[in-house]
Nanobody, 128 residues
Framework: QVELMESGGGSVQPGGSLRLSCQVS????????LAWFRQAPGQEREGLAG???????????YHAGSAKGRFTISQDNNKRTVYLQMNNLRPSATAVYYC??????????????????WGQGTQVTVSV
């Protein structure tokens, strides 16, 4: 069982930054793939970045093309929180952002249907 809770969303001007947090409650005896998705009104849910939460200190990450260079996924040392640092935000980034989890075996960033667990989402609005 995995429970996820996002926070950190809000309103920001173009060019600004936000850091989203996802509090993760799970059985750490199993590896898990954690990811950030977003969904804008009328659009499909889009995968942004994924991280393999393992029982060792290092973590493997993957960033989708739309996220590379401006978004960074990371996790804290005890692997209880996953972050998405978002820089140089554009109005097109306006969406609800979700944290998702899948238990191993799993891919670093799969399509939304492979993730079993989802947070409630946090709204990000980028506007003047």
């Amino acid at each position: 069982q995995v429970e996820l809770m996002e926070s950190g969303g809000g309103s920001v001007q173009p060019g600004g930054s936000l850091r989203l947090s996802c509090q993760v409650s799970r059985d750490t005896s199993r590896r898990a793939c954690l990811a950030w998705f977003r969904q804008a009104p009328g659009q499909e849910r889009e995968g942004l970045a994924g991280i393999l939460s393992a029982d060792v200190h290092e973590s493997t990450t993957y960033h989708a093309g739309s996220a590379k260079g401006r978004f960074t996924i990371s996790q804290d040392n005890n692997k209880r929180t996953v972050y998405l640092q978002m820089n140089n935000l554009r109005p097109s980034a306006t969406a609800v952002y979700y944290c998702a989890a899948a238990l191993s075996p799993c891919a670093l960033l799969g399509t939304s249907d492979v993730y079993t667990y989802w947070g409630q989402g946090t709204q990000v609005t980028v506007s003047v």
